[in-house]
């Protein structure tokens, strides 16, 4: 079966986008998907600095190793000033080709305000640079802070079901494209 590793770029401790990746993984792995979470919150990870090493921060390769030996990737982003957010853009910039070319990506973006597609836009435009496969459905979760029930379910069913073809089609194209 497949092998699908999430990311999440926000760093806050009840981080709507970490739900949103726990939503996602939860619905793969129901699909038969295995599915490694990094949390980027509990991993010490440097700004990226253009180096091919980085000896004094061993989760760089525990990130690169899962992302190599996974087939796909959830790659949850909240929007931060219209765009990626700069820990998920980070995370991106610590990994080349080896790691990231001919992986699949599903993309999810989660917004304090009304949902729109800009980071989900600008989140494909850096996949494309990395030959990372992204597909075609996505999910943007707006007004987070009312989108999610007390047992961090989503509230809109429409919303949820959009999650649902998102984690199928995830699966299928992984397995469709799968390297490893
Ligand atoms: C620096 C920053 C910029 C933000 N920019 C936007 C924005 O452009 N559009 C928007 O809808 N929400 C914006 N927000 C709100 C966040 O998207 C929202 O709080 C979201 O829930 C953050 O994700 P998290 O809950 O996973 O931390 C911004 C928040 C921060 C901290």
Not at 25 to 40: F, N, S, W, Y
Not at 79 to 97: P, R, T, W
Not at 123 to 140: D, G, M, P
Not at 151 to 158: A, P, Q, R, V, Y
Request: charged share 20%; with cysteine.
């Amino acid at each position: 079966m497949v092998k699908i590793v999430g990311i999440a770029g926000s760093l806050r401790a009840n981080s709507y986008s970490q739900m949103a990746l726990g939503l996602a993984a939860q619905r793969v792995q129901a699909l038969g998907a295995e599915v490694e979470i990094l949390d980027l919150r509990k991993m010490q990870l440097p700004f990226c600095d253009g180096g091919d090493e980085y000896p004094d921060y061993p989760d760089v390769k525990r990130l690169q190793d899962a992302v190599s030996n996974a087939d796909g990737l959830i790659l949850v982003t909240p929007e931060y000033h219209g765009s990626v957010s700069g820990v998920l853009k980070n995370a991106l910039d610590l990994m080349s080709f080896e790691q990231l070319s001919g992986k699949v990506a599903g993309l999810i973006s989660v917004l304090g305000g009304q949902s729109n597609s800009n980071a989900l836009n600008d989140l494909r435009v850096i996949l494309r640079w990395t030959h990372t496969w992204s597909i075609l459905e996505q999910v943007a979760i707006g007004q987070a802070w009312k989108a999610f029930s007390a047992e961090g379910k989503l509230l809109d069913e429409k919303l949820s079901q959009r999650l649902d073809q998102f984690a199928e089609s995830l699966v299928e194209t992984s397995q469709k494209l799968r390297k490893n």
